[in-house]
């Protein structure tokens, strides 16, 4: 289940060359970024509004819209899901408040 950030991935490449007409993935390329875009936030905010209605079926099929666009988004960027995969694996045990302090330190000395 894990592989499917990758499986979608690799659909997602192929589409690059696929028939709009046929493929909704196609189809979000053809229209440009700027419709990859307002997809992404509309599905952003439908993902909160879900969380709001403590729907948990609503919850998780929004949670899947959001992610499914962030990864068409990635595919149109030129970018593989590993890359963010990987960032977060960097990031795993670092508090955020951690992070966020040396952030200021950082800001301060520079
Ligand atoms: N996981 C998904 C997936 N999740 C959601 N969607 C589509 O994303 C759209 C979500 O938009 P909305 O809910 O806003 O629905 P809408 O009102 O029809 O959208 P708009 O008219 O506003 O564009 C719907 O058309 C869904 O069918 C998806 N479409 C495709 N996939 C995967 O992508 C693969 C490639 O898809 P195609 O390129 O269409 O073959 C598929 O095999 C699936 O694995």
Redesign the pocket.
């Known amino acids: 289940m894990n592989d499917i950030f990758e499986r979608?991935a690799t659909?997602f490449e192929e589409?690059k060359n696929?028939d709009p007409e046929h493929?909704?993935?196609?189809n979000l390329y053809q229209a440009g970024q700027d419709k990859i875009l307002k997809?992404l936030g509309?599905e952003a905010i439908e993902t909160i509004l879900a969380a709001k209605s403590k729907q948990q079926d609503a919850i998780i099929h929004e949670t899947?819209?959001l992610w499914?666009h962030s990864l068409v988004m990635l595919a149109d960027c030129g970018l593989r899901p590993e890359q963010v995969l990987k960032e977060l694996d960097r990031r795993f045990g670092l508090s955020g408040l951690e992070e966020k302090a040396n952030r200021s330190k950082d800001n301060d000395d520079g």
């Open positions: 979608l659909v589409r696929a493929s909704y993935v196609a997809k509309e899947a819209d499914f």
